[in-house]
């Protein structure tokens, strides 16, 4: 069978989604799991563009073994240098560099011509070229480049010495046959094109970045670029999971990739929690819905014979079907293996706090889920927050004004107030306002609950502006008010110093 290489993007392009930015423990924590999956090419980040990010790639470099840690790089010689300093442990490493190829790019962004962009990307490549063997060149927009053009461009970068050429369809503008045909173009007319592999990195502007790449393989492409749960910028990319389960259901493709699919589930509850980012319940392979029936047909069909209705067995995914249910009788152990298997590992201390707040849901709640599991998880990431809720005691109901009084501790001092409001979120928030004395604007504010019960925990997100720059703050609680007073002050530490 042919061999497709995996190259993940999470840390780089995933987390390039407004308010899903990770400290560099949780970027280790996911280039380890990552790993366990079987990736081949792990992309930890763009060394030049802060030195939270330089010191991510830094420290993934040391944290994993055998996947090629890749930091991507502009066709600019400073940018290439940072990422070889920031490589410099890597026991593999890639630097992944390009420039835009379209007339857009050309004309538009770079004021310049074919010929001078040709020229800079070969100077690129051969900069990289003297820090590491294993060079990746993209062609920004290639999408929407001319066939010829790219042709020439891919060539040229391959005869300075790319070992890859990432082909991305960076505005998800093609459709799957045009995608196809251009990597088939570049197969069949680019000299010496067998001496490097061709990649895809498609985005899902129109939906269409699965079929994309999908197209892109069946025409030659060997390395798809993608991330879990499809996350990244605008509408995404192409989702690991889904492209993994696409070559596993169509052996007939003959096309085979080193990923342990039964990590698929974990992983991807892991990097919605903690980048606070739910996975829609309809989202293929890893939604709560994936292999959920509620059609009495469906429901007969499946129990007769599960294939009638599903294409893949769930344990492939790492769905266990007899897997532990969670209660206030649970005890500290079910409540470790049910975090292992999202892939969280937590021992001592730390596993003392998680399940006392564990058996505070419990009281509250009748059915403890993942998304529960990996919300009290995430709550120790917040516990070292200068300002922190106290307490917070709301009066509301029909035909009287809601009246909030909030307790807020900060940098270990107590304070309080008071408000009125049109409902209890907004008398609490301005409750908060009156402590925390500043200039902020709610720009958005999201509720959505994991399940669909009364006593559900609601997850809040919102977008706090603050001197003019956007905050996201995320906040979750059986409590709807209090889960909005979390996110708003999530949102406020941000800025707070």
């Known amino acids: 069978m042919d061999r497709l290489f995996i190259f993940d993007t999470t840390l780089r392009d995933g987390e390039q989604v407004p308010g899903c930015q990770l400290n560099t423990i949780e970027k280790i924590q996911v280039a380890k799991a990552l790993e366990r999956l079987g990736v081949d090419v792990i992309e930890a980040g763009f060394p030049i563009s802060s030195p939270g990010d330089f010191n991510s790639v830094v420290e993934i470099s040391k944290a994993v073994t055998w996947p090629t840690i890749c930091a991507l790089t502009r066709g600019v010689q400073k940018d290439i240098d940072v990422a070889a300093e920031a490589l410099k442990y890597a026991k593999n490493k890639r630097i992944h560099t390009g420039i835009g190829t379209s007339d857009f790019h050309i004309k538009h962004k770079f ?59 960076t ?16 197969m069949d007319n680019v000299n010496g094109v067998h001496n490097a592999i061709l990649s895809t990195h498609c985005h899902n502007d129109l939906g269409m970045a699965t079929a994309n790449t999908i197209a892109g393989v069946q025409s030659g492409a060997r390395q798809v670029e993608v991330t879990i749960n499809g996350i990244g910028e605008r509408a995404g ?28 589930y974990g992983i991807s509850r892991m990097v919605s929690g903690l980048m606070n980012m739910p996975v829609q319940a309809n989202k293929a392979i890893v ?54 298997v999202l892939g969280v590992n937590v021992e001592g201390e730390q596993l003392d706090k998680i399940y006392e707040e ?5 009281d509250k709640k009748k059915d403890i889920n993942d998304d529960d599991v990996l919300l009290l998880a995430g709550k120790g990431r917040t516990e070292k927050q200068r300002i922190q809720l106290d307490f917070l005691q709301v009066t509301s109901g029909v035909g009287i004004q809601a009246v909030a009084s909030i307790g807020l501790i900060i940098a270990g001092e107590k304070f309080e107030a008071a408000a009125s409001g049109n409902g209890p979120v907004d008398a609490a928030i301005k409750a908060l306002k009156k402590i925390i004395n500043r200039i902020m604007t709610l720009q958005e504010f999201t509720i959505q609950a ?5 006593d559900d925990v609601g997850k809040v997100h919102m977008q706090v502006e603050h001197d003019g720059i956007v905050y996201y703050g995320f906040g979750a609680n059986t409590d709807i008010v209090a889960a909005s007073v979390e996110a708003y002050i999530n949102a406020i530490n941000q800025f707070v110093k």
Request: glycine letters at 6%.
């Open 237 to 264: 990319n192409t989702s690991l999971e889904e492209i993994a389960m696409i070559l596993k259901c169509h052996k007939s493709m003959n096309i085979e990739t080193q990923i342990n699919t039964q990590e698929i």
């Open 358 to 362: 564990f058996l505070k849901l419990a």
């Open 450 to 454: 994991i399940n669909k019960g009364s």
């Open 171 to 186: 505005t998800g503008y093609c459709l799957p046959w045009e995608y196809g045909e251009k990597i088939k173009f570049l």
């Open 111 to 169: 004021n310049s011509t074919q010929d001078e962009i040709l020229e800079r990307a070969v100077a690129a490549v051969k900069h990289a070229k003297k820090y590491v063997e294993d060079v990746e060149f993209y062609c920004e927009d290639a999408g929407r480049t001319d066939n010829v053009y790219l042709a020439r461009v891919v060539e040229a970068v391959i005869k300075a010495g790319a070992t890859v050429v990432n082909i991305p369809d």
């Open 287 to 340: 939604g709560r819905n994936a292999f959920a029936h509620s059609s009495g047909i469906h429901q007969d069909g499946v129990l007769k014979n599960r294939e009638s209705y599903e294409i893949m067995d769930p344990t492939d995914v790492g769905i266990d079907k007899s897997s532990i249910v969670l209660t206030a009788r649970s005890g500290r152990a079910a409540l470790k293996h049910r975090l292992g």
